[in-house]
């Protein structure tokens, strides 16, 4: 049989086929890539300086990542856990993802904010995963690596868990409000410790006798008031 002009045997020339085969080849090699490993990249963490800015203007809690000066196990997180496509899906779709160096790295005024924000999340340990409220109030909190099941696993819990929707509703109440609540809380201590020093006589008389009283009333006394204090202390 002979050949035709177009070189093939049945009509589909053969530059067409093997251009054909090799985009075949090159989208699945692509889709091979991505189903294995996303670069963290992809995440798009935002700097630390948004905090005061972009942060606050976001509908989702923050999360932020607190990498230290750099260390073998905050390399694991960003070649693993963020290349995972699960985690980096739910931290994408359902956080404002802010990224925190280590405070060695900076000089003056950069070096305090970030040890003021170690300080104020407690974060002893790197790589650490810090979630909060968009007003920053901090609803839980990861210490060190973590595989990407668990990481996953405690984004998912924070974000469909109670305690998150309870701290944005209360971070809804003016501060103001809270003043008022507690100066009022002061007015009533103030008339309260008007009244005591002003007691009748028949109270003045009470702790007469109890001062003179026996051994065990008196032990019995001091125990009550111990117990009152350290209720006071607690604010029960």
Not at 14 to 43: C, D, M, N, P, Y
Not at 61 to 71: E, I, Q, R
Not at 184 to 207: A, M, T
Request: proline share 4%.
């Amino acid at each position: 049989m002979r050949l035709s002009r177009k070189g093939a045997t049945n009509g589909i020339p053969i530059w067409l086929l093997a251009v054909t085969i090799g985009l075949v080849i090159f989208r699945v090699a692509l889709w091979a890539g991505h189903s294995q490993q996303v670069s963290l990249k992809f995440v798009n963490w935002r700097p630390y300086t948004e905090l005061k800015t972009i942060a606050k203007a976001q509908d989702k809690p923050l999360l932020l990542y607190f990498v230290g000066d750099g260390s073998p196990k905050t390399q694991m997180m960003e070649d693993i856990v963020f290349s995972n496509r699960m985690v980096a899906a739910c931290i994408l779709n359902d956080f404002y993802p802010i990224i925190v160096p280590g405070a060695n790295q900076f000089e003056g005024e950069q070096r305090r904010v970030i040890r003021k924000l170690y300080k104020k999340y407690m974060v002893v340990q790197v790589p650490s995963l810090v979630v909060t409220s968009q007003a920053g109030t901090e609803v839980s909190h990861t210490n060190g690596f973590k595989p990407s099941a668990q990481t996953y696993q405690f984004l998912k819990t924070v974000k469909e868990g109670p305690r998150l929707k309870e701290i944005e509703e209360s971070d809804k109440i003016p501060k103001s409000a809270v003043d008022s609540e507690n100066q009022r809380g002061d007015s009533e201590n103030r008339h309260g410790d008007y009244e005591n020093r002003h007691g009748d006589s028949e109270s003045r008389h009470s702790d007469s006798e109890i001062r003179h009283g026996n051994s065990e009333n008196r032990h019995g006394d001091d125990s009550e008031i111990d117990h009152a204090a350290a209720k006071s202390l607690f604010g029960f």
